[in-house]
């Protein structure tokens, strides 16, 4: 049976969408003035931890130092900048897209180390419910993106967002579903040296994966003592495979419940489901080394939770089973995920 803890995102607390980049939300909890409709009938707890947008960094190493302790369990609020870090507003142009620094993309928020979390550990992180911020942004960066060599130019158009929007305006007749999720979510590597974000990698980090959001439980494997979690580069919109480079990158506030799981089975990289689907993801420095991760990690799942034998699993996951190119934009380094229907497995 598919273990599953919860990691809520919840709106508990007012937030001040207005703030200037980098500047801290409140931190109190309380009732959301001009919330937006839950997006699940499940009850949201309420936060018992705060944690504002100023608490970022863009780096993945054990010794980034956290910013917050919170026993397993715990319902925290977390308050998101758009990617770039302040670097860009609703009012920027391209001239601002062609000089930002990419050693401060990815303005992740924490770490938070979570008690007893401990290597070979899996943190759980169920994403219920988020909030987007009052605008976002998408761009075509010199140099980045899945056909850089073919667009060099810098390209930028911003959108007017907020909690209640349901599409943003493209121009010319489009609309866009408003579809949030965090673009990166992950646990400290074990190691010293200061990893830049921008590939995903067994720790989690820059997955793009879209399908990780409202009503998912992301399975993170722990490297070090207390886990040390961050989330950010959160998406307002985006399809799969993020090819031009950005989703539309906007703020969100976010409320998470962080569980650890000692008894969860061994997975080498993240993992995630839904009450419809079961998941599993592989990255790698092409697209084929991605996929064949994943497939193995879906064969491995299914021997391990359904009693399967590898030949039925990987037949199976052949026949009823979906690929997903989740992550394209940071090539040479691709993410790949399989999605298994619950509704073929055995209950």
């Known amino acids: 049976m598919n273990r599953l803890a919860i990691i809520v995102l919840a ?15 409140p931190v109190a909890a309380g009732p959301a003035a001009n919330a937006a409709p839950a997006a699940s009938t499940a009850q949201v707890p309420e936060a018992q931890f705060s944690l504002p947008a100023d608490n970022t960094h863009a780096r993945w190493s054990r010794t980034i130092e956290p910013v917050l302790t919170v026993p397993s369990g715990s319902v925290v609020e977390v308050f998101t900048q ?11 142009t391209v001239e601002d897209v062609a000089n930002l620094d990419f050693d401060l993309i990815h303005a992740l928020t924490g770490p938070i180390r979570v008690e007893g979390a ?6 759980a992180v169920t994403l219920h419910e988020i909030e987007v911020g ?30 209640d929007a349901t599409h943003a305006d493209f121009g010319n007749g489009i609309r866009i579903p408003i579809d949030p999720f965090p673009g990166v979510l992950g646990v400290a590597p074990d190691t010293d040296e200061l990893l830049v974000t921008i590939p995903p990698r067994a720790n989690g980090g820059n997955m793009d994966n879209r399908h990780m959001k409202v ?28 090819v031009s480079g950005t989703a539309i990158e906007a703020p969100m506030r976010i409320v998470l419940e962080l569980e650890v799981l000692a008894d ?18 592989g ?34 996951a052949s026949l009823a089973a979906d690929l997903k190119i989740s992550e394209t934009v940071d090539m ?13 497995l055995p209950r």
């Open 118 to 123: 401990q290597p070979g550990d899996v943190l």
């Open 134 to 163: 009052d605008w976002g942004w998408a761009a075509i960066a010199p140099g980045f993106g899945f056909l850089a060599d073919i667009f060099t130019e810098p390209w930028l158009k911003t959108f007017e967002l907020g909690p």
């Open 11 to 25: 709106v508990s607390t007012p937030f001040l969408w207005g703030c200037e980049p980098g500047e801290s939300a």
């Open 215 to 242: 009503g998912t439980t992301v399975y993170l494997p722990v490297a070090v003592e207390g886990a040390n979690f961050s989330i950010g580069d959160t998406h307002a919109a985006q399809g799969d495979g993020e």
């Open 283 to 316: 990255f790698g420095t092409d697209i084929d080394q991605a996929t064949r991760k994943a497939v193995l990690a879906m064969i491995d799942y299914l021997e391990a939770e359904h009693g399967m034998a590898r030949e039925d699993a990987y037949v199976l």
């Open 264 to 281: 969860f089975r061994d997975i080498a990289e993240p993992e995630y489901e839904t009450s419809d689907f079961y998941a599993v993801t």
């Open 82 to 92: 758009e990617a770039t870090g302040g670097q860009l507003t609703l009012e920027s």
């Open 332 to 344: 040479p380094h691709y993410l790949v995920s399989m999605h298994m229907p619950k509704a073929v």
